[in-house]
Nanobody
Framework: QVQLVESGGGLVQAGGSLRLSCAAS????????MAWFRQAPGKARDFVAA????????SYADSVKGRFTISRDNAKNTVYLQMNSLKAEDTAVYYC?????????????????WGQGTQVTVSS
């Protein structure tokens, strides 16, 4: 079992940057592949980015590719999402997710562990 707590959300102007963090506790962090999802009001929860157990492989949704970067520090039990060139359409609640059985999965149904979410609001 792993517990996930996101932080770093907030209000930012379009074109600005934010870095989200997701701190994990419980079982060995390096045994979990990690991902970020987001959910805008009235919409489904969508895949944003994923990173493998060691951090050697990453994948991104087309909508954030080139603007967002996912990374992890297994010594600190933390995964990050660096978000640059933010747009109004990036406004959402951002969730981190963890899974042991695979990495890079884009369906939320494949992840067993979730954080509580952090709000990101981008003003235009």
């Amino acid at each position: 079992q792993v517990q996930l707590v996101e932080s770093g959300g907030g209000l930012v102007q379009a074109g600005g940057s934010l870095r989200l963090s997701c701190a994990a506790s419980g079982r060995t962090f390096s045994s979990y592949a990690m991902a970020w999802f987001r959910q805008a009001p009235g919409k489904a929860r969508d895949f944003v980015a994923a990173i493998s157990w060691t951090g050697g492989s990453t994948s991104y949704a087309d909508s954030v590719k080139g603007r967002f970067t996912i990374s992890r520090d297994n010594a600190k039990n933390t995964v990050y999402l660096q978000m640059n060139s933010l747009k109004a359409e990036d406004t959402a609640v951002y969730y981190c997710a963890a899974e042991t059985t695979g990495w890079g999965m884009q369906s939320e149904k494949r992840y067993h562990y979730w954080g509580q979410g952090t709000q990101v609001t981008v003003s235009s």
